[in-house]
Nanobody, 125 residues
């Protein structure tokens, strides 16, 4: 069982940075691939979309095209924490951001077994 707690969300102006953190419980954090997903709150029918993921063993990273070059995912296995550094934020990045854990890295939300409660990110124009 893995419990995930996100933090670091908030209100930021367009063009600004923000760093999200996701702290995980358990002693096997390094075994899990970690992903970040987001869901725009004003569009509840919209699917939760993939943002970024990082593998457990070698830290290989994957990004959605919409955030490539602006967002960076990283992990610190000693601290059981995964990060999402977000730069050059845009109003369309406004969403609730969720971290998730899976046994293998994927951009598919169905592959992830454990989810955090989410943290709100609002980008003002």
């Amino acid at each position: 069982q893995v419990q995930l707690v996100e933090s670091g969300g908030g209100l930021v102006q367009a063009g600004g940075p923000l760093r999200l953190s996701c702290a995980a419980s358990g002693r096997t954090f390094g075994r899990y691939a970690m992903g970040w997903f987001r869901q725009a709150p004003q569009a509840p029918g919209k699917e939760r979309e993939f943002v970024a993921a990082i593998s457990g063993n070698y830290g290989i990273t994957y990004y959605a095209d919409s955030v490539k070059g602006r967002f960076t995912i990283s992990r610190d296995n000693a601290k059981n924490t995964v990060y999402l550094q977000m730069n050059s934020l845009k109003p369309e990045d406004t969403a609730v951001y969720y971290c998730a854990a899976a046994l293998r890295v994927s951009y598919l939300k169905g592959e992830y077994d454990y989810w955090g409660q989410g943290t709100q990110v609002t980008v003002s124009s």
